[in-house]
């Protein structure tokens, strides 16, 4: 019987120490939850699809928000790789490298069929401005999940608001063709829903190595 080891998000030096660094909004550096959750899990699904990726000419990574490729952790001196540094790092390691990487653009991605989704969704934003969103002046939301407000319950309380937007926005997914995976690691600080990584894919197999690797972003897979 094979015993699970610990996986381990590897670190690098900076290469380029003079170039900007992302350090949060408060410039105080990032939360933990970065490298050893979101990081770590995007790693984790990386490597446990390196033999499927491998049967495709071409493996596209697409980071449209991609920072400035290193961030500071609140607390520590040194910096780590952003997203979608791991991501290619983590690709050559698997020995299933990127062909091509895309960061800082807006595609039409949902018409792919082979396309899988990692999605870092912000519950504290939504949380802070969805009941401003009732406001028919502001149409920020409707980008994200058309016709919110003509599908939105009648007496539906403030409180209840966010959590209906969200499960609204997964049921658009879900109207694309996509399935959303069971396992939606929660990220918290201080008692407050801070995001929620979310995964959605066209195919049961990205989604089977999903669940497991969010499951336990601290344990290598068993195979």
Known sequence: MN???????PRHPDPCPGMPVERGPADEGVGWWVPEIKHTCLAKYIDGTRKAQTKFPRRVLIDPFCGPGRVQI???QDTRDGGAIVAWRQSVASGCPFTHVFVGDLEQLSRLKCVDFAV???LMDLTRNVDMELDPKRDRF????PDWRLNMPNGLSKASLKDWFFDYWCGKI???GMTISDVMP????EGRAI???V???RNPFPERIWNDVAKSPNLSLPF
């Open 3 to 9: 015993k699970r080891t610990s996986f381990i998000l």
């Open 74 to 76: 609140k607390g520590e």
């Open 120 to 122: 870092h969704f912000s």
């Open 142 to 145: 409707a980008e994200a999940a």
């Open 174 to 176: 879900r109207g694309l």
């Open 186 to 189: 929660l990220i918290e600080s």
């Open 195 to 197: 995001y929620r990584l």
């Open 199 to 201: 995964f959605f894919s």
